[in-house]
């Protein structure tokens, strides 16, 4: 786990110096000393984008391994509450009404939390099933509302101008971060992931049978909705500045529990780093390796498919 | 007279989704140490009964009194010091240690934020041991059969060390010898003080162990009261609606039925 820390510190200086100017490369120390133009691009362009992409890894991470014990199932991921195609639909709107970036950002988040929101109601409504099974129901039906909004909101958009636009969005990438977008999400961030952190104890029994979970003194109800805010407001933060960057979520907490073990007091921390440092690479990757950029989630759809199946064939690896 | 630990007072209650009650001013009252037994066929509404016990469940009339308090003045913290609940099955789909998860019997003695310290370890160390596993305290609890998981369940709800332990069908996956392990734990806990309430549908189950008796039938408690005294021919036969027999030898009491109206007429006890 400190090794892990390290590698993400380590990551961290790296990504700094690493970058097409002022030629691809890396920036070397002496000429940053130098260069007040390296000097600017570093702290106004670079550390902002590596704090985005760490806190993105990190929020996507934590927020999967927070789901998947929730929901006691392995293939959930953090936006499928309605929250990321709720996202997608809000920020498709924004682009549209031709608001400009606090616009996008504010539907996304918005819209986010509608689904979420919806979500819950509609599970509450809901006549059959126990908890779990409803909310997964809920949250598919939403999901569908809000994916075919966004069909309709393409279909109208402007090709020319918006429909591209949006594409991007749909794909993810971190090329417009500023000062501004670490700003507007970094609270959130950080109240979610210091909840998550430190119940993360207690969402192993979370993710128990409610009569159980009841049995050890815990309300399952109250807890849960807490936790859920919690990981749905990262999500929704995050996912506000990036688009939608897939398979962090799925993924990150696989290879956490694979290193771990499942218990969430160590997994969950595990979860964060490996989130981290897994976007920051994919990012470094997405900025450097072509001269234009290359969306953020195709990067981490194709590593994470990669590194996933490495791990899946491998034998037994815990480090603890 | 003493003040029972678990009264229920004329409760009713059904489902929100159902129709039918399941209970209708239903009491009993479960005296402290001692080992109580709810004896019925399926669906009668045993694990029901557990579930309001605990205060998971809530009745629509009347109410359930812990050492004569309500349990609605009890907080869920509280209850989950009171009280432990061994389910029938758990399916864990993530690959926690025996250990690991033995451990989260010691939530409802550590604040919600609290990570469990070495005296919690120590606690799931000999639960785990007493039902004879701590060997295999690292092995994934995935990795384990039903029984085995059933015996962790058991050793999760002695880490929790309540005062009133409630067992769901707590046999119904184990070996004549782990049931006969779990039954001596079962013994010993009453010896440290410690009452339990456990459902069961074999009657050889409540024979061995209990000292008091529930007879269920129909979302009614038909008889209850000291073992001797309920487990009869005449008893047992209307609580299941098949003729059974009940012998006794060396003061312990045995069923014996069969698979139509004849019971066996000789028996040779060898």
């Given at each position: 786990m400190a090794l892990l820390a390290l590698l993400l510190a380590a990551l961290f200086l790296i990504s700094l110096l690493l970058g097409r100017y002022p030629k691809p490369g890396f920036l070397s120390v002496n000429r940053l000393m130098g260069d007040p133009m390296a000097q600017t691009l570093i702290l106004n362009l670079r550390l902002p984008r590596a704090l985005v992409a760490i806190m993105l890894g990190m929020s996507l991470g934590t927020a999967g391994a927070v789901f998947q014990l929730i929901f006691n199932n392995p293939l959930v991921e953090p936006g499928f509450l309605g929250v990321s195609q709720g996202a997608a639909f809000g920020a498709a709107l924004g682009i549209i009404l031709g608001g400009g970036a606090w616009l996008v950002q504010g539907f996304a988040v918005g819209f986010a939390f509608l689904g979420l929101g919806g979500s819950y109601f509609l599970a509450q409504r809901a006549r059959f099933g126990g908890w779990v099974l409803r909310l997964v129901m809920a949250g598919i039906v939403i999901s569908a509302v809000f994916s075919s909004g966004l069909g309709v909101l393409k279909y109208i958009a402007d090709p020319l101008s918006q429909l591209p636009e949006i594409t991007f969005w749909l794909l993810g990438g971190l090329w417009s971060v500023t000062w501004v977008e670490v700003r507007s999400i970094i609270l959130l961030v950080a109240a979610g992931m210091l909840i998550m952190l430190r119940m993360r104890w207690r969402l192993n029994i979370l993710a128990l049978e409610d009569e159980v979970a009841f049995s050890l003194g815990v309300a399952p109800g109250r807890e849960r909705a807490l936790i859920l805010l919690s990981a749905t407001a990262v999500t929704a933060a995050v996912v506000s500045v990036s688009g939608i960057v897939s398979w962090v979520g799925l993924i990150v907490p696989h290879i956490a529990r694979r290193l771990f073990g499942a218990d969430a007091r160590f997994s969950l921390p595990g979860a964060a780093l490996i989130g981290g440092c897994f976007v920051l690479v994919c990012d470094d990757l997405a900025r450097t390796l072509l001269t234009g950029e290359i969306p953020l989630g195709i990067m981490t759809a194709l590593l994470g498919a990669a590194l996933f199946s490495w791990l899946m064939t491998r034998r037994s690896i815990k480090v603890r | 007279m003493e003040t029972p630990l678990l009264a229920f007072d004329q409760v009713s209650f059904q489902y929100r989704e159902s129709q039918q009650s399941v209970f209708n001013n239903l009491s009993l009252s479960i005296a402290p140490g001692t080992i109580t037994a709810i004896l019925g066929p399926n669906g009668v509404g045993k694990s029901t009964l557990l579930a309001l016990a605990l205060g998971w469940r809530k009745p629509q009339a009347g109410r359930v009194l812990l050492a004569g308090r309500p349990l609605n003045a009890y907080s869920t913290g509280e209850l989950g010091r009171w009280m432990g609940l061994v389910p029938q099955s758990e399916d864990p789909r993530f690959e926690y240690s025996l250990l690991e998860y033995v451990l989260l019997g010691r939530a409802p003695h550590l604040h919600p934020l609290e990570m469990p310290a070495e005296a919690d370890y120590q606690a799931a160390h000999e639960a785990l041991e007493?039902?004879?596993?701590?060997?295999?305290?690292?092995?994934?609890?995935?990795?384990?059969?039903?029984?085995?998981?059933?015996?962790?369940?058991?050793?999760?709800?002695?880490?929790?060390?309540?005062?009133?332990?409630?067992?769901?069908?707590?046999?119904?996956?184990?070996?004549?010898?782990?049931?006969?392990?779990?039954?001596?734990?079962?013994?010993?806990?009453?010896?440290?003080?410690?009452?339990?309430?456990?459902?069961?549908?074999?009657?050889?189950?409540?024979?061995?162990?209990?000292?008091?008796?529930?007879?269920?039938?129909?979302?009614?408690?038909?008889?209850?009261?000291?073992?001797?005294?309920?487990?009869?021919?005449?008893?047992?036969?209307?609580?299941?609606?098949?003729?059974?027999?009940?012998?006794?030898?060396?003061?312990?009491?045995?069923?014996?039925?069969?698979?139509?109206?004849?019971?066996?007429?000789?028996?040779?006890?060898?």
């Open positions: - | 007493t039902v004879g596993m701590a060997h295999l305290q690292d092995r994934s609890i995935t990795t384990l059969s039903g029984g085995e998981r059933q015996l962790v369940l058991v050793a999760r709800t002695l880490a929790q060390k309540p005062r009133l332990v409630l067992l769901d069908e707590p046999t119904s996956h184990l070996d004549l010898s782990n049931k006969i392990r779990l039954l001596n734990i079962l013994r010993s806990l009453v010896e440290q003080g410690i009452s339990v309430l456990l459902t069961t549908h074999e009657p050889e189950v409540a024979a061995a162990v209990a000292t008091h008796l529930v007879l269920m039938r129909a979302g009614q408690v038909q008889h209850a009261g000291k073992l001797e005294d309920e487990f009869t021919t005449g008893l047992l036969s209307e609580t299941y609606g098949v003729p059974v027999q009940v012998l006794r030898a060396d003061g312990r009491r045995f069923i014996i039925w069969g698979l139509d109206e004849n019971l066996p007429a000789k028996v040779n006890l060898e």
